[in-house]
């Protein structure tokens, strides 16, 4: 077991936006958590990484109470977060030697760059990024440290298409590396493509967790009707057609 989180619950003021939820992670595996807006799952991931530490529960990654992570272990986990950002006057190159020193055996980021087809862009400053080429940075700085374990918070908003797709089978292929990776994501093609496994959050609160077998499973969608994970969400969200 790489990672517990046992009675997780993150309180801002008077809103609860993590609400006693538990479950584990698998080393090697896709965990994917999905949820709509304010669902928990930013609060979530803050938690386990130890970027929030004012949470009730008991968090364990790769053994260490998650409130108390040392410098050391940050060498074994990588975050991308939904927020992320880079100072505007640094260029690609700068920012990539820059965490890389961070780290004590940091992947070459060159061929990081390559792959994620920035390398043309390796002396280009941030403000002339677009917004998808951003994202595709921020996925390279997680994979720096050459992590154990990889966080991806709405890994592919603002991508098109095709950089859709690369960044699927660069996962993929981390996978294949015996990485395990958390992702959260609002796409659900997203989660049924790359998940081992999938958990469902809504309010704060855990609807279930499981294979996609095992939630079609539990949430029979009708005679006839091939299973989406989109027609479970939607379902457990309390969004009907007759709503329109």
């Not at 991806?152 to 095709?162: F, R």
């Amino acid at each position: 077991m790489i990672l517990e989180v046992n009675h997780l619950s993150v309180n801002y003021k008077e809103l609860k936006a993590v609400d006693d939820i538990s479950f584990n992670i698998n080393e090697g595996e896709i965990f994917t958590i999905i949820g709509p807006n304010g669902a928990g799952k930013t609060s979530t991931i803050e938690s386990i990484v130890g970027l929030n530490k004012k949470y009730e529960g008991d968090i364990i990654i790769l053994g260490t109470k998650a409130n108390n992570i040392p410098k050391s272990l940050y060498n074994e986990i990588g975050v991308q977060l939904q927020e992320a950002s880079f100072p505007d006057k640094l260029k690609v190159d700068e920012v990539c030697k820059m965490f890389s020193k961070l780290y004590d055996n940091p992947v070459d980021y060159n061929i990081l760059l390559k792959e994620f087809d920035l390398e043309s862009k390796k002396n280009s400053y941030i403000r002339d990024l677009s917004g998808g080429q951003k994202q595709r940075l921020s996925i390279i700085i997680a994979l720096l440290p050459d992590p154990k374990i990889i966080f991806l918070d709405e890994l592919t908003t603002g991508l098109d298409p095709k950089s859709r797709r690369m960044i699927w089978n660069i996962i993929l292929k981390e996978k294949k590396k015996n990485k395990t990776i958390v992702l959260s994501t609002h796409f659900m093609d997203e989660a049924e493509f790359l998940s081992d496994r999938i958990a469902i959050l809504v309010e704060g609160k855990l609807q279930v967790v499981g294979t996609l077998e095992e939630i079609f499973e539990k949430y029979e969608m009708g005679e006839g009707k091939a299973p989406k994970l989109e027609d479970v969400f939607l379902k457990l969200v309390g969004y009907k057609m007759e709503d329109i």
